[in-house]
């Protein structure tokens, strides 16, 4: 086992949610060695040719992260841990906090088809495909953006790529419908926190709206407030602030950082944004397999 591999442990309470051989997307049955392979690549964030030769042909380990990014396996896995999670009490519901980070793009990023790829032998297109390829123009340059929901253990629920010039406050309301944590016993999955948490940036009437049946801490910038109070009994009530609940706010800061401890994430290699959300789901799938 080497430097960064999976361990007996991280292995075992994933590969009762990987596709078995003979079933669709199982057609391989070496998948440890595979997916090592992948955080290999994932961690250092070398070309997909310089794999060692230890994780077998490069193409390989390749071609199984793209086809289980297009066709929502790394997506299916992390609603699988993320429901065992839920079971053993490993979720901190009481506080969910969402924010976003741009992630500069290599200039191997850059020059993806426009035509839109196709799922291997079926015609439609990868669940993850966006026409932009998530990537846009900002002060940074070429770059994309991932805006995410993270739970008070410092690990990601929700996630969401898009270019990197888009505002957060227009994204709250995705990526907290992307959050749908299932239930091992049956029933409706969950998708409220107990509170969420985020920074003046999602400071919106929608948004407010949207969180009427969440409590929420989200400060009010100086303008909106002085344009409530300019407008009088018309512009509503001042929005509640909590000092210290806000104070927790950093631990979707520390998401972040442990996100980014994946040089593939924190820099973006991948031409597709659907392959680039696989490596994120990934990184957030061995953030929640580790103890």
């Keep these: 086992m080497g430097r960064g591999d999976l361990t007996h442990a991280e292995w075992a309470r ?21 997916i090592n392979g992948i955080l290999y690549r994932l961690r250092t964030g070398v070309p997909w040719r310089d794999l060692p030769a230890r994780f077998g042909p490069w193409k390989t380990v390749y071609e199984r992260h793209r086809r289980w990014s297009a066709d929502g396996m790394w997506d299916r896995i992390l609603a699988a841990v993320l429901a065992d999670a839920d079971a053993e009490g490993r979720i901190d519901w009481s506080m969910v906090s969402v924010d976003s980070t741009s992630c500069r793009a290599h200039q191997h990023a850059a020059g993806a088809r426009k035509t839109a790829p196709v799922l291997f032998g079926k015609r439609r297109t990868p669940r993850q495909h966006r026409p932009d390829e998530g990537l846009g123009r900002s002060r940074g340059g070429l770059t994309c953006k991932i805006h995410l929901a993270s739970e008070g253990g410092r690990r990601p629920l929700a996630l969401l790529i898009t270019p990197g010039q888009w505002g957060d406050a227009p994204q709250l309301i995705p990526v907290m419908e992307r959050i749908r944590v299932g239930r091992l016993g049956g029933g409706h999955p969950r998708t409220r926190p107990d509170h969420l948490g985020g920074d003046k940036a999602y400071s919106s009437r929608r948004n ?74 990934l990184a957030s799938i061995r953030l929640w397999l580790r103890p």
């Design 14 to 34: 994933l590969k009762l949610h990987l596709p078995k051989s003979g079933k669709p997307g199982g057609r391989w049955v070496s998948h440890r060695k595979v």
């Design 208 to 281: 407010r709206r949207y969180l009427r049946q969440i409590k929420h801490t989200i400060p009010e910038p100086k303008n909106q407030r002085a344009n409530r109070q300019r407008r009088g009994s018309k512009g509503g009530r001042p929005a509640g602030f909590d000092k210290t609940i806000y104070q927790r706010r950093n631990e979707v800061e520390r998401t972040i950082n442990a996100l980014k401890n994946f040089r593939a994430v924190a820099t973006r290699f991948d031409k597709r944004a659907y392959v680039f959300h696989g490596a994120v789901t």
